[in-house]
């Protein structure tokens, strides 16, 4: 017997894949208090609904890093840590961009960098 899906309380822009029963929000939206979500499973014997409750956490908003120039020659270089304006804890850091040898502490958002490479013209960091 086949089952269909249906949104019954939720959200705006929250939707139901009829056929499947996934839910999506594509645009969540921060809010202080859960969201209250009732979904219903329909089938030829009746319907059972489902209540549950999601906490859309604020998105994180880091506080600008100015720029800074290093001396050559050190063996590595650790850069200040990161602050947040504004978001939800837990935070988990992560670079997308930035020079050979350049990593990041994943939990403290520490930049770090062995053997700094001379150039030029300034490296970007992401």
């Not at 809010?31 to 604020?58: C, H």
């Not at 720029?67 to 850069?79: A, K, R, W």
């Amino acid at each position: 017997m086949p089952i269909s899906w249906s949104l019954i309380d939720g959200p705006e822009n929250l939707t139901i894949d009829p056929n499947t029963g996934v839910v999506e929000w594509a645009e969540p939206v921060y809010s202080t208090q859960p969201w209250r979500v009732k979904i219903r499973a329909t089938n030829a014997d009746g319907f059972g609904e489902e209540v549950w409750y999601l906490i859309v956490m604020k998105k994180p908003v880091i506080t600008a890093i100015a720029d800074q120039t290093i001396p050559g020659g050190q063996p590595s270089y650790v850069g200040p840590i990161p602050t947040l304006e504004s978001g939800s804890s837990p935070i988990t850091w992560k670079l997308i961009e930035g020079p050979s040898g350049m990593t990041i502490d994943s939990q403290t958002g520490a930049v770090i960098w062995y053997n700094p490479t001379h150039v030029c013209s300034p490296h970007v960091i992401m």
